[in-house]
């Protein structure tokens, strides 16, 4: 209840403490060396062995999977709720039968009920295990690989529902872009000290190089994005501001807190934090290993922090849905419009495509092709000799000569198919495919077959040889052609995943909703 206490609904504005730094905050971690960018490289389902005491790795995986519902009577009046939070503005949101939100009175005050939401944990016995674990049951939809406690959390905000900006929830990333958690303390505006697992981004200016790692937990900062002191809290959402609540059954003060909880002065605030550290510590182990908590230990007080038995430092890692409910309707990359109008017009003719040719196959099929004449000609609406994917011969107005840049190749003077128009342009290009690149062109209408296997038939299975010859050295071109198709079909989808949600929160109409659903389910399964 709203009477749970004024402090831990403050608790979110926090000083950053005194930041210390052997570097400036602007150098980053070097992306290369990170375990968790593991590309699109398709998954070989491993068995792993189980991790007996401390690993080397952990992810927190903090889904949309609704753990505990908002139940109604049969005339839609609500019985219960697990959580609640600000007010989103709508009166509900439904989503495959399941409500996500319900408006609802706190006392005086509108506010929408939430149901709370199941979190996994994923361990690993070395560095990398954790990730591919998870990687794995994302591509076979499971949790199989998961440890057997599964946590159940708040995930909405005491001041913003509406989307995931100022005061909204935790941003949703990607398996490809993990959070990373650092444990650090900090003060809020009550002048109460806490110290709290936080959810950031991995660069040096969250994890400073502190020649003695015992002085790291009062070191650095703690940003994600645009945003400060996201941490894991044992609050409900209207306690949080961007935060992560670990609950107790059906959206309860979790256990682990039931000595601390009801005690949230200066002196005793901390201490909650520390009784429910202690728990998550107790099932995800590799916590007492990462950044700041693995030189901090302390004995004072009702609750002790044990010191760590790491002699190194341990990476834990967060990956967050995102929430049904919010709209995700988030702008492109600049220049905006350019994009739009691209995909508005290159892109729905590849769609179209697909359509028409096979009911069966995924219409989005037809973004291979997208991406593939983004390698090409970019975003450029005006293009040499209308030919979107310079295939060289001759067109309906015979040949033209432009320079191309193959891998960074200047040829001067290469002779390319003119075309009256680009659509004829664009049929000349299926020819080629169809008679030319087979392989390539049999991936669209069999949902078994990825991007992969799309780049492969242009550059290896053609019978004029690679699509794209690039430089002379062994396969290095070709590679360089393929890996750069790959690279740039996950931006196209990714766009228009942002593109179909946005749409999705504007229209009103069922059918609509419906069918844009199903296009954004399809998108989701794209490969």
């Known amino acids: 209840s ?6 831990e609904m403050w608790d979110w504005a926090e000083s950053f403490g005194k930041a210390k730094r052997d570097k400036p905050h602007t150098v980053q971690i070097s992306k290369e060396k990170s375990p968790v960018l593991v590309g699109i ?7 792993f062995k189980p991790v007996i005491g401390n690993g080397e790795e952990a992810v927190i995986y903090i889904t949309s999977e609704i753990a505990a519902e908002i139940e109604i009577d049969k005339n839609g009046k609500v019985i219960s709720y697990p959580d609640y939070g600000a007010y989103n503005g709508k009166e509900e949101f439904k989503k495959d039968n399941k409500i996500y939100s319900k408006k609802i009175k706190v006392g005086k005050e509108i506010k929408s009920a939430f149901p709370t939401f199941k979190a996994y944990i994923y361990r690993g016995n070395t560095v990398g295990e954790a990730v591919r674990k998870l990687k794995q049951d994302l591509k076979f939809n499971t949790h199989e690989n998961a440890e057997s406690t599964i946590l159940e959390v708040a995930r909405h905000s005491l001041g913003n529902n509406k989307n995931y900006g100022d005061k909204g929830p935790i941003p949703p990333n990607s398996i490809k872009n993990l959070y990373r958690l650092r444990y650090k303390k900090a003060t809020n505006n009550s002048g109460k000290n806490s110290y709290r697992y936080r959810i950031v981004d991995e660069n040096l200016s969250n994890f400073p190089n502190v020649k003695d790692y015992k002085k790291e937990y009062d070191s650095g900062s703690m940003i994600l ?3 400060g002191s996201i941490s894991i809290d044992p609050w409900k959402s209207s306690g949080l501001v961007g935060c992560v609540g670990i609950r107790g059954k059906n959206g309860e003060n979790h256990l682990s807190t039931k000595e601390t909880y009801s005690n949230q002065d200066k002196e005793n605030y901390k201490y909650i934090y520390h009784s429910l550290n202690n728990y998550l510590e107790s099932i995800i182990p590799e916590l007492t290993g990462i950044y700041g908590r693995r030189g901090f230990s302390t004995s004072e007080g009702i609750v002790k922090v044990s010191a760590s038995s790491y002699d190194h430092e341990i990476k834990v890692y967060v990956l967050v849905d995102s929430l049904p409910d919010l709209c995700t309707c988030e702008s492109l990359r600049s220049p905006v419009k350019e994009r739009e109008d691209f995909y508005n017009s290159f892109g729905t003719k590849t769609i179209n495509y697909i359509e028409q040719e096979s009911k069966k196959s995924n219409k989005f099929k037809g973004l291979y092709m997208t991406a593939q004449r983004r390698a090409e000609n970019g975003f450029a609406k005006v293009i040499n000799g209308n030919n979107p994917m310079n295939i060289k011969g001759n067109g309906d107005l015979g040949q033209i000569a432009y320079d ?11 002779k390319f198919a003119n075309f009256s128009s680009e ?5 000349g290009y299926l020819s080629l495919l169809k008679n030319n690149y087979n392989y390539a062109y049999q991936t669209f209408f069999d949902d078994s077959k990825t991007i992969d296997d799309f780049v492969t038939g242009l550059e290896d299975k053609g019978k004029l040889g690679p699509y794209a010859t690039g430089d002379k050295k ?10 750069n198709i790959k690279d740039i079909f996950e931006s196209v989808k990714n766009d228009y995943l942002k593109m179909y949600k946005c749409k999705l929160c504007k229209v009103k109409n069922d059918e609509e909703k419906k069918n844009l659903q199903d296009d954004i389910n399809l998108l989701e399964k794209l490969n």
Do not use: A, C, M, W
């Open 423 to 427: 659509d004829t342009g664009f049929k």
């Open 474 to 483: 062994g396969k290095e071109g070709t590679d360089r052609y393929k890996n």
């Open 404 to 414: 191309t840049h193959e891998s960074g190749i200047l040829v001067k003077g290469e």
């Open 2 to 7: 709203l009477s749970d206490g004024f402090s």
């Open 225 to 227: 994005g645009k945003r």
């Open 41 to 47: 490289d398709q998954i070989v389902r491993e068995k």
